[in-house]
């Protein structure tokens, strides 16, 4: 089986920064594309940003410039990295990867808090 786990959680102000992790445990052959998604409360869940394993990036239009999606392939982690947070930020962010042999799965979550 495989785990994504997220770590970073957090309550931060308006105009800070955050880091999350995800890291991918257990029977791995290879990782294609890693993202990280949001769901706010009473809002569906949205991408947030994604990567490939080549690192070629993609992000929603609300975080663009201000977030950095990366990875470690070497140890099957990913990072996001958040800045000059807003308030709207505000979710439970989730880790997402296509990973090989077991197909798609998700992490379990983490909560970040951006007060105004």
């Known amino acids: 089986q495989v785990r994504l786990v997220e770590s970073g959680r957090g309550l931060v102000q308006a105009g800070g920064s955050l880091r999350l992790s995800c890291a991918a445990s257990?029977?791995?052959?290879?990782?294609?594309?890693m993202g990280w998604y949001r769901q706010a409360p009473g809002k569906q869940r949205e991408l947030v940003a994604t990567?490939?394993?080549?690192?070629?990036?993609n992000y929603a239009a609300s975080v663009k410039g201000r977030f950095t999606i990366s990875r470690d392939n070497a140890n099957n982690t990913m990072y996001l990295q958040m800045n000059s947070l807003k308030p709207e930020d505000t979710a439970v962010y989730y880790c997402?990867?296509?990973?090989?042999?077991?197909?798609?799965?998700w992490g379990q979550g983490t909560q970040v808090t951006v007060s105004s």
């Open positions: 257990g029977i791995i052959l290879s990782i294609n594309d």
């Open positions: 997402n990867a296509y990973v090989k042999p077991w197909g798609d799965r």
């Open positions: 990567i490939t394993r080549d690192g070629s990036t």
